[in-house]
Nanobody, 125 residues
Framework: QVQLVESGGGSVQAGGSLRLSCVLS????????LGWFREGPGMGREFVAA????????GYGDSVKGRFFISRDDAKNTVYLEMNNLKLEDTAVYYC??????????????????WGKGTPVTVSS
């Protein structure tokens, strides 16, 4: 059974930075593509970023390109989301996700098979 546990959320002022972390356990970490999604207040799920199983490919949502960066550390079974120049509209619950199937990066935008419980991020002015 795959388990994903996020951490690193919190409150930050606009223009600031946060780094989210997500640890995967229960299955071999290197078998999974990993991603981050978010749900803002009254909003549906939005794709944020994804990284392929071998780290060779990444993808980003249009609203975060150039500000957010995803990375993975296979030695620590951890995926990170570095968030810079945060905006009020980045306020959301951020969910880590994992997918064991090798797909085109564009397809991961629609969702993944396993999900964490989320970590909240609040950006204030």
């Amino acid at each position: 059974q795959v388990q994903l546990v996020e951490s690193g959320g919190g409150s930050v002022q606009a223009g600031g930075s946060l780094r989210l972390s997500c640890v995967l356990s229960g299955r071999p970490f290197r078998s999974y593509a990993l991603g981050w999604f978010r749900e803002g207040p009254g909003m549906g799920r939005e794709f944020v970023a994804a990284v392929s199983w071998n780290g060779g490919d990444t993808g980003y949502g249009d609203s975060v390109k150039g500000r957010f960066f995803i990375s993975r550390d296979d030695a620590k079974n951890t995926v990170y989301l570095e968030m810079n120049n945060l905006k009020l509209e980045d306020t959301a619950v951020y969910y880590c996700a994992a997918d064991p199937v090798v797909r085109a990066m564009s397809l991961y935008r629609h969702g993944m098979d396993f999900w964490g419980k989320g970590t909240p991020v609040t950006v204030s002015s």
